[in-house]
C-alpha cells in the first residue's frame, strides 16, 4: 500500500464505535509472514477467536457491512478464495470473484498494476493470488487499498501459515518447545516457506524431510539460522517421527516442474500411512495445507491426530479477523 491518501479520505474523522483505524493493521498490506511479531499474533488469534464464537453464535454479523472484497486469483484454488468468500461474506461484506482471469481484461494483456488499481477502485480491500514471486508486493506498490498476499509463485503464502500457525496453538495448547517436521514438496511448496519463516518468533525445533530435488532452499534455511532456530535437513521420516510434535506434510507442486519427468520420479515419494502413525507421539498433530494428492493416505483421516481438516476451519477465523483488522473494524 502506497504512502498516497486519495481525494476521497479526508472525511472519515468521526468515526462509528468499533472502529480502530489506528490499530497497527488497519490499512495494511499483508505480503509477508515478516511483518509480524510475537504479540502481533496474539491480538490476530484473539480476534479469530472471537469470529469463532460470533460464528457459533450467529453464524454472520454485520461488521464488514458495505465493504467490499476483490477475490483476484490467477492461480487455482479452492479453500483459500472461498475461505476469503466466507470470511468478507459472514462479516456482511460483499466479493468481488476473479478466479477465472480468462475471462478478465488480463488475458488482453492488461498488466498487474493496472488489474489492480482498476479494483480498488470498487473494492475496499484486493486478495491476490499470482504465479510470481514478488507479485503481492508489485501489486501493493500501486494500490492505495489494502493487498492481501494469498499466495505468490513459489514465494510465500502468510495468511497460511497464520492459520497454520493457530492451528498448532489450538490444537497443541503451545507453540514454544515444539519440534515441527515439515515433509514433501520444501522447494516449491510456499506454505513451508511462510510458516519456516514465522516459526522463527518461537522457541522450536524444525526437520525438513524431502527428496534431494525437493530441499528446502538455501536461502531459506540461511534466514532462519540467522534467528538462531535449531534446523535439520533428512531424507528419511523415521530418523525424526518419534520426536515430532507436528508432522506438516505438503504435496509435489506438478505445476512448478519444468521437466514433467522428474515430477513422475518424485510422486510418491513419501507417505503417510496408518503404519507410520504408530511410531509418531500420541499427542501430536498431523497437517497439510491441502490438496492432498498422494502424500497421505486416506486411512490416515479417521486418526484423530490428523488435524488437516480442521486446520481448513480454523483459517476461515483466522481471514476473518485479517479482514476485519485491515478494514479497521476489529
Ligand atoms: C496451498 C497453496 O496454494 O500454496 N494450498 C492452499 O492455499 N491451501 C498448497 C498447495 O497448493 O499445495
Known amino acids: 500500500m502506497t504512502s498516497f491518501t486519495p481525494p476521497l479520505r479526508g472525511n472519515n474523522r468521526h468515526l462509528p464505535f468499533g472502529d480502530q483505524q489506528d490499530s497497527a493493521f488497519y490499512g495494511k498490506d499483508i505480503i509477508s509472514v515478516k511483518q509480524f ?78 488489474t489492480v488499481r482498476t479494483l480498488e477502485a470498487y473494492a475496499d480491500v484486493i486478495v491476490l493470488r499470482h504465479p510470481e514471486v514478488g507479485s503481492a508486493a508489485l501489486a501493493a506498490k500501486y494500490a492505495r487499498k489494502p493487498v492481501i498476499n494469498a499466495g505468490d509463485g513459489t514465494g510465500e503464502h502468510p495468511t497460511q501459515a497464520l492459520l497454520d500457525l493457530f492451528t498448532i496453538q489450538e490444537e497443541l495448547g503451545r507453540v514454544d518447545g515444539l519440534t515441527v517436521t ?46 538462531g532456530t535449531e534446523q535439520s535437513s533428512h531424507n528419511d521420516l523415521n530418523t525424526v517421527l518419534p520426536e515430532t510434535d507436528v508432522l506438516y506434510v505438503t504435496r509435489v507442486q506438478k505445476e512448478r516442474f519444468e521437466d514433467t519427468a522428474q515430477h513422475e520420479t518424485l510422486k510418491g515419494s513419501y507417505v503417510v500411512t496408518t503404519e507410520t502413525m504408530t511410531q509418531a507421539k500420541e499427542e501430536m498433530v498431523v497437517m497439510h495445507p491441502l490438496p492432498r494428492v498422494w502424500e497421505i493416505d486416506m486411512a490416515v483421516d479417521d486418526d484423530p491426530r490428523a488435524a488437516y481438516f480442521r486446520q481448513m476451519e480454523y483459517g476461515l477465523y483466522i481471514r476473518m479477523a485479517l479482514l476485519a483488522m485491515v478494514l479497521g473494524k476489529s
Open 37 to 114: 511479531d510475537r504479540k502481533q499474533l496474539e491480538y490476530i488469534f484473539g480476534v479469530a477467536h472471537e469470529m469463532y464464537e460470533m460464528v457459533a453464535r450467529v453464524g454472520s454479523f454485520d461488521l464488514l457491512k458495505g465493504k467490499i472484497l476483490a477475490n483476484l486469483f490467477y492461480e487455482p484454488s479452492t479453500r483459500t478464495s472461498s475461505s476469503f468468500t466466507s470470511a468478507m461474506e459472514r462479516l456482511g461484506g460483499s466479493v468481488i470473484p476473479i478466479n477465472n482471469v480468462k475471462f478478465s481484461s488480463v488475458t488482453k494483456g492488461e498488466s498487474l498494476p493496472d
Open 182 to 227: 515439515m515433509m514433501g514438496d520444501l522447494k516449491y511448496g510456499r506454505t513451508v516457506h511462510s510458516l519456516a519463516r514465522l516459526l522463527t518468533l518461537f522457541d522450536i525445533k524444525l526437520n525438513y524431510v524431502s527428496p534431494k530435488l525437493l530441499q528446502m532452499p538455501s536461502e531459506i534455511i540461511d534466514e532462519i539460522s540467522q534467528s
